[in-house]
C-alpha cells in the first residue's frame, strides 16, 4: 500500500511541476521583455515600442503550451506513452530554459524587432528572461522524474477500478446470521432456501438443515 501512494505521490508531483512550469512559460511570454527605441532620420521622430516574451523569444509560450498539454496527458496515458510524455516534458522544459538564457546572454536580436540597419536602442527587462530559465528548469526537472520511473505509476482510472472490484468480495463477508435471515424470507415466499447453492455453516434457527 505505501508502494501505491509513494507512486501517486510520485505521478502528482510530475504533474504539478510540469503544469507549473507551462503556467510560468506563459506568464513570462505575456509580459514586456523590453523597451524598445528605432532612431529614424530627421525630422523623423524615434519609434518606441514595447517587446514582449512572445516577440522576442517565440518559443516561449510555445514550449508553455507543449507542458500544459503534456500534465494533462500524465495522467491519462500508461507505460511507454508515459515515458514517451516525459521525453517530451524534459525536450520542452530545455527549450523553454534556452530561450530565456539566449536573450540574457545575447541580448534581443535586431531582426526581432525588424531594425536591421537602424540605430536600435534596448532597454531590457531580466527578470522574465530568468523566470523563463526557472520554468525551464522546473519542467526539465518533471521529465527527469517521469522517464525512469514513470512507466510504474498507476493509471488515472485504477483507482475506480480497485473500487468496483472490492464489492464482489463484499458477500464473503455475510454471518450466519445473516443467511438465516435470508432463510426465513424465502420461507416467507413461498420458496425452498435449501436450494440456494450457499453452505451454511452452522444450522439456522427454525430446524432448517445445513446443505452439504
Do not use: C
Not at 507549473?20 to 532620420?41: C, E, F, I, K, P
Request: glycine share 14%; net charge neutral; no cysteine.
Amino acid at each position: 500500500m505505501s508502494q501505491d501512494v509513494g507512486a501517486r505521490r510520485e505521478l502528482t508531483s510530475a504533474v504539478v511541476a510540469a503544469a507549473a512550469s507551462g503556467g510560468l512559460a506563459l506568464t513570462a511570454g505575456s509580459q514586456a521583455w523590453a523597451q524598445v527605441t528605432v532612431g529614424r532620420a530627421a525630422p523623423l521622430p524615434p519609434i518606441e515600442s514595447t517587446l514582449s516574451g512572445a516577440d522576442a523569444a517565440p518559443l516561449v509560450p510555445a514550449a508553455g503550451l507543449v507542458l500544459l498539454a503534456a500534465a494533462v496527458a500524465l495522467l491519462a496515458v500508461r507505460g511507454v506513452a508515459r515515458v514517451a510524455t516525459g521525453l517530451l516534458v524534459a525536450l520542452a522544459g530545455g527549450t523553454l530554459a534556452w530561450s530565456g538564457l539566449r536573450v540574457l546572454i545575447a541580448g534581443v536580436r535586431l531582426d526581432d524587432v525588424g531594425g536591421a540597419g537602424a540605430e536600435v536602442g534596448v532597454d531590457a527587462a531580466a527578470a522574465w528572461p530568468v523566470l523563463a530559465v526557472v520554468a525551464g528548469a522546473v519542467g526539465v526537472g518533471a521529465g527527469a522524474l517521469v522517464v525512469p520511473r514513470g512507466r510504474a505509476w498507476p493509471g488515472m482510472g485504477q483507482r475506480y477500478e480497485r473500487t468496483g472490484s472490492a464489492s464482489t468480495v463484499a458477500p464473503a463477508s455475510r454471518t450466519d446470521e445473516d443467511r438465516a435471515q435470508d432463510a426465513w424470507k424465502a420461507l416467507d415466499r413461498g420458496e425452498d432456501p435449501t436450494a440456494v447453492a450457499t453452505p451454511y455453516a452452522d444450522p439456522p434457527p427454525g430446524g432448517i438443515q445445513r446443505r452439504l
